[in-house]
């Protein structure tokens, strides 16, 4: 009968429908999941380009201060010397001997100075300060998008007929 075959033609039209949603459905998911994966490890590549830059950069101005302060510390036990053999050359030697050592001494001491006072005019004493500019876009981000996407729905025309019975009924005369 008409009416029982249009019935099973128009089930099996839906029932291809239902499957076809549900496979584009797992699809879409897949597609969504992987666009988050791909922002993610974006993401997470520049999280650490970044840091890598900012171990980078405090390694080296440490490097400079240590280096710095390991030259001052050597400039200081050098001055703490003169000023002990200042004093023993004062107790021990003659006038001659302590007037010629501290013309010496003197030389020494000038050298010494003119490291002290390079280091003020030259960026060596500056605060070295460091910090990060975050990109604007990664900032704004969450305020600008407010969605993943959009789920859109169309309807197509099935592509079957359904045999009216009259039709039939009109041939049959």
Same mark, same amino acid.
């Given at each position: ?5 249009? %019935? ?16 584009? *459905? ?52 050098? %001055? ?22 501290? *013309? ?9 100075? *003119?490291? %002290? ?18 990109? *604007? ?37």
């Amino acid at each position: 009968m008409e009416v029982v075959e249009n %019935i099973k033609r128009t089930s099996n039209n839906r029932k291809e429908n239902f499957m076809s949603i549900e496979n584009k *459905k797992r699809e879409i998911e897949a597609e969504i999941k992987q666009i988050r994966k791909n922002v993610n490890y974006h993401l997470d590549k520049l999280q650490d380009d970044l840091i890598t830059e900012l171990l980078r950069v405090e390694q080296k101005e440490k490097s400079k201060i240590e280096k710095l302060l390991t030259s001052l510390k050597k400039k200081k036990t050098v %001055i703490t010397e003169v000023q002990e053999n200042i004093a023993s050359i004062k107790q021990h030697a003659s006038e001659l001997q302590t007037f010629v050592t501290m *013309k010496d001494i003197e030389k020494d001491i000038a050298g010494e100075d *003119k490291f %002290i006072q390079s280091i003020t005019t030259n960026d060596s004493k500056n605060q070295v300060k460091i910090s990060c500019q975050i990109n *604007k876009s990664l900032q704004q981000i969450t305020a600008s998008i407010q969605k993943f996407g959009e789920i859109n729905v169309s309807s197509d025309p099935c592509d079957f007929s359904i045999q009216k019975r009259k039709d039939r009924q009109a041939r049959l005369w």
